[in-house]
C-alpha cells in the first residue's frame, strides 16, 4: 500500500512473475555456475560464459539477472558468488543444498505447469499421471532414483542438525529413520551423539544409495539399513522412530496406519519424531509448508501436509500419552510422540 496513493500491483506482479526468477537460479544451478565461480573465483563475464557453453546472446543478460536477483555479486566486469551461493550451491561442498533444487529443475519446474488440472481433478500429475504407483515410477530410472535421494538428504540436512540438537538423545540409545532415503537425519544424530546405533528403513532400491552414504560418513559400522515396505511389513523397533516427510505422501486413512505401526513398534516411553513443513496452525503464515502440500497433489494420490494441531490430535488417538510440536529450522518444525 502507497500511502499517497492507495493499493499499487507491486507486490502481484512480483509473485506472478516470480517463476522468471526462479528458472533463473535453476537454469545457473543446473549449468554449475556457483560451482565454477567458487572453484575459479572472480571471472569476468567473458571467461563464464565460456566455460559454461553459453551462447553469447543472452549471458550477460542471465548474469547481470542473477545480480539483480542477489544470487551473485559484480565488480566491475568480474562476477562472483554471494557468501549464501558460495556456501549453500557450491557442488563441491558439503553444504550444498542445491540437490532439492535440481529435482525442483527436473521435475517440479515442468508437473506444476499443471497446477490447474491438478486443482479441478484431484489427480497428480508427476510421472505417475493416470494412476501409476508413485515411488515405483519415480525409481524406475535409477539417475531420478539417486537424485531424488540426493535432494531430499538436502532437504533434510538442516531439520536433521536441528533434530540432534533439540531432542533429548542423551535419554535414548537406538533410533531409525523410517522412510530413511540416503540417510542424513540418522547420519546427524548419530555423528552428534556419539553412543547411538540404529539406521534406517525403506524399500529395498535405496539400500545401495544409503550404505554408500553412510559407510562415506564413517558410520558405517553404527547405522545400517534395513529393507521392507511400511504398509506390507511391520516397522522395525527403537528407542525412537523418525518419520520425516513421510506422512504427508499419504491420506488421512494411510497417515493414521504408519502412526499406528509406529506406536505399535516403540516400547513404553519411546519417542515417534514427525517433522517435515509443519503448517502453523492458523494455517495462514508457514507459506513454504501450504505449498508443500500442494506439491503433494502434484506428486501424490491423496497426500497432504497438516497442522502440528492435526498431527498431536492424530497422535493422541494413536494413543500416545505427550506430545509436542517444536520449531526446527527454516519452515520445519517437529511433533514429538511419547508412548
Ligand atoms: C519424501 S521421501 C522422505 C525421505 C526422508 N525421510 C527425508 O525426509 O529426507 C519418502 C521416503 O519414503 C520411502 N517410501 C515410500 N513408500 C515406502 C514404503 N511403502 N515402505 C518404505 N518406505 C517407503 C521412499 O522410498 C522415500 O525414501
Redo the contacts with the bound molecule.
Keep these: 500500500m502507497d500511502e499517497q496513493h492507495g493499493p499499487t500491483p507491486d507486490a502481484i506482479m512480483q509473485l506472478g512473475s516470480g517463476f522468471w526468477g526462479s528458472k533463473t537460479l535453476l537454469s545457473a544451478i543446473e549449468l554449475g555456475l556457483f560451482t565454477e565461480l567458487a572453484a575459479a573465483g572472480p571471472l569476468d563475464g567473458e571467461a563464464l560464459r565460456e566455460r559454461l557453453g553459453l551462447h553469447p546472446r543472452s549471458a550477460s543478460d542471465f548474469f547481470d539477472a542473477l545480480v539483480a536477483l542477489g544470487m551473485l555479486r559484480r565488480d566491475g566486469t568480474r562476477y562472483s558468488n554471494t557468501t549464501e551461493t558460495e556456501v549453500f550451491l557450491d557442488r563441491a561442498k558439503p553444504s550444498y543444498i542445491g540437490g532439492i533444487l535440481e529435482m525442483m529443475n527436473a521435475r517440479l519446474y515442468g508437473f506444476w505447469g499443471s497446477l490447474t488440472e491438478g486443482l479441478r481433478t484431484g489427480a497428480p500429475q508427476n510421472e505417475s499421471k493416470g494412476g501409476k504407483d ?2 515405483a515410477t519415480l ?1 524406475a530410472d535409477p539417475a531420478r532414483l539417486a537424485q ?2 540426493k535432494s ?2 538436502a ?2 540436512f538442516g ?1 536433521g542438525q536441528a533434530i540432534a540438537a533439540k531432542f533429548p538423545f542423551k535419554d535414548y540409545n537406538t533410533v531409525i ?6 540417510g ?2 540418522p547420519a546427524q544424530i548419530a555423528m552428534a551423539h556419539d553412543h547411538v546405533r540404529g539406521g534406517g ?3 529395498p ?2 539400500e545401495p544409495i544409503f550404505n554408500s552414504f553412510v559407510s562415506g560418513l564413517g558410520l558405517g559400522e553404527r547405522l545400517s539399513f534395513m529393507t ?6 511391520p516397522l522395525p523397533r527403537a528407542d525412537v522412530l ?5 506422512l ?2 499419504w491420506n488421512l486413512e494411510e497417515k493414521r496406519v504408519l502412526l499406528r505401526k509406529a506406536y505399535d513398534a516403540l516400547p513404553e516411553s519411546g519417542a515417534l519424531i514427525v ?2 513443513a509443519i503448517i502453523d496452525d492458523e494455517r495462514r503464515e508457514n507459506a513454504f509448508g501450504l505449498l508443500m502440500s500442494l506439491n503433494m497433489l502434484i506428486e501424490t494420490p491423496g497426500g497432504f501436509d497438516y497442522t502440528g494441531a492435526d498431527c498431536q490430535e492424530w497422535m493422541r488417538e494413536t494413543g500416545f500419552r505427550e506430545t509436542s510440536v517444536e520449531h526446527l529450522v527454516g519452515p520445519d518444525s517437529m511433533v514429538v510422540g511419547i508412548k
Excluded: K, T
Excluded at 228 to 233: E, K
Excluded at 242 to 246: E, K, L, N, P, S
Design positions: 508413485v515411488f525409481y531424488f535421494a531430499m538428504s532437504i533434510s531439520a529413520d523410517i522412510g530413511c532415503a540416503e542424513m537425519v528403513f525403506d524399500l532400491q535405496l521392507g515396505d511400511f504398509f506390507a511389513d523418525v518419520m520425516g516427510h513421510i504427508h505422501d517433522y517435515e
